[in-house]
């Protein structure tokens, strides 16, 4: 590692954490702890947990637990105004909200500001906060793993093109005010420039603790299983699965599927598959952290359906979690995405194009029937995860740019 001094503490701004078991919450979790495990203590200034669900997390709601301590690393929470409604308007006033309760206990100094301040977008508002937050003379680290903007326009869920300019606007003052800026892709990094970012951008994949997650036999006894495990959001167009599941109950009825999951497209998926007498698919909550390896192994094939239009602005983290756990998996995704060309590098897993359930149905057919195909796309993985997004080597490399960001700006 680099000899460069880091400065401490450090402030991790972050509407996502522990104990939210999906989406950025875990990778900020590793990342502060990490950040603990190299002798810089960290307060995490993040909302009261409610992700994917619609609400706060229930032992959360009364205020009691906003100040704890997790793994080492302090934690406190602000009270959370959850977006209920799904759609862009109210996800920025969730996030303006988090800004709003920020900024006060900036004001009244009740949060330090900090030589070294990390934060997450989304939202973009906190990386405005992290702004605010940064000591003179100090040192802002933004990681990316979702452009508001791209998704926004690309889902259509904006509240109309001047929202997206507005959002662009923000996501392009408040970027170009970092010192580094971390995303997940060379794709997403292509993005920024395009929005005119200027300040130096680094792409640091997302990483998997493959001693925890490793792959385990099949469990014994029951149907050949796909699976889906996450956020039940726009993003994710889960409706493909419910047209697969359509088709295979007529042509492969001993084939399950199982939905793991919450989020604002719950109910309007369990109505739709009730409705079309969908018997084949079963609805469970997510499994617990303590059994997330074994969850994996659940799935003899994993599901990875995606909206196309927001495919470049975002990196499906499970994925690399899927491989890992030495699991082929099903994506849909154009030709030529990220996704897709990923598909071609690790040859771990099948693309079928999006919105068409006969491909989708087809490449089920295709694994289900091949259990020799099943395992070697699962093998070529697990190889891939090993040598790429390993948990030690990826965390290492983002301390090593930290310090590097900060050894570039003393000799400026």
Known sequence: MSSVPLPTPALFVTQYYRPELIGSAPFCGDMAEWLRLNDIAVEVLTSRPHYPANEVFEEY??????????????????????????????????????????LSLLARG???????????????????????????????IVLVHDIES?????????????FIKTLRLIERTALNRADLIVVLSEEMKRQLEALEVKRPIRTLPIWIDTK???????????????????????????????????????????????????????DALAECAREKNLDNVAFQ????????????????????????????????????AIMAAGRPFIATARQGSQIWRLQETTDAFLCVP????????????????????????GQHGRAYVETHHTKANVLREFMNAVTQCDSNRKET
Do not use: M, W
């Not at 792959?215 to 039940?232: E, K, M, Q, V, W």
């Not at 999006?354 to 796309?377: E, G, I, K, S, Y």
């Open 61 to 102: 709601r009364s205020g009691d637990k906003d100040r704890e301590v997790l793994n080492e690393v302090a934690v406190r929470r602000l009270p959370t105004r959850v977006p209920k409604g799904g759609g862009a308007l109210q996800r920025a006033a969730s996030a303006g909200y988090f800004l709003v309760q920020g």
């Open 110 to 140: 009740a949060v330090a500001r900090q030589a070294l301040v990390i934060s997450l977008s989304p939202s973009i508002f906190s990386v405005v906060l992290a702004i605010c937050a940064r000591a003179r003379g100090g040192r802002h």
């Open 150 to 162: 791209g998704l926004a326009g690309g889902l259509g869920i904006a509240g109309g093109n001047a």
């Open 212 to 266: 925890t997650i490793h792959p385990l036999p099949a469990p014994a006894n029951r149907p050949l299983t796909l699976l889906y495990s996450g956020n039940f959001g726009r993003k994710q167009s889960l409706h493909q699965v419910l047209g697969l599941a359509g088709i295979l109950k007529e042509t492969d009825p001993d084939i399950r599927i199982v939905l793991r999951g919450g989020g604002r497209e719950a």
């Open 285 to 320: 909550p997510l499994a617990p952290p303590e059994r997330l390896n074994q969850a994996l192994s659940d799935g003899d094939i994993h599901l990875v359906p995606q909206n196309p239009d927001g495919a470049d602005f975002a990196v499906p983290s499970k994925i690399y």
């Open 354 to 377: 999006p919105d068409d359930p006969q491909a989708f149905a087809t490449a089920v057919r295709r694994l289900a029937a091949d259990p020799v195909l099943r395992n070697r796309l």
